[in-house]
Structures are given as C-alpha cells and as structure tokens.
C-alpha cells in the first residue's frame, strides 16, 4: 500500500465503527434481561470492532497523527503524572 493511504479506507473504516457501535446501542438491554445477540455474535462484534480500530491506529501512525489518546469514562478515576522538570519549566 502507498504511503498515503486512501480518503475511502478511512471512510470505511469510520463508517463500520458507528454501524458496530449502534448495533451494540441499539440492542443493549436492562441488566437481568436477555440480550437479543448470542454470545458468539457479541464477540464477533467486539473482534470486528477490534480490528477496525487497530487498522484506524495504524494509519494514524504511518501519517503522524496519532495521539495515543484514550477513551475516560465518566464513572473511572483519572490520575495525571506530570514531569517534575517541566513543572519546573513553567513555574520559572
């Protein structure tokens, strides 16, 4: 594959995301009720959408945007580390 890499591989990509995305939104159910997708089917979802992104990483690296940014959840505590020298840095 060229160096650049295809608008259309990143449309497809972002397009089977939401699409995964929403199936999994759009079938969630309340907690003791049964899900409407077997097991397996979940997984699949779930190794689809693994790939998808893995892929979306990639192309983020080979063009230099990637971030190495993740995902915080509302209910998950977040701990920042910052570098005593560039602390330093901004308090001189």
Do not use: W
């Not at 650049?4 to 759009?26: H, M």
């Not at 893995?54 to 920042?80: C, F, L, N, W």
């Amino acid at each position: 594959m060229s160096k650049k890499t295809p608008d259309f591989e990143i449309r497809l990509l972002s397009a089977v995301r939401k699409t995964l995305i929403s199936v999994a939104k759009d079938t969630m159910t309340k907690p003791g009720m049964r899900h409407p997708l077997t097991e397996q089917t979940q997984k699949m979802i779930t190794d689809c959408l693994d790939i998808v992104v893995s892929r979306q990483v990639a192309i983020e690296k080979d063009s230099g945007t990637h971030t190495k940014m993740k995902p915080v959840y509302t209910d998950e505590q977040t701990v920042q580390s910052v570098s005593v020298d560039d602390l330093k840095k901004t308090l001189n």
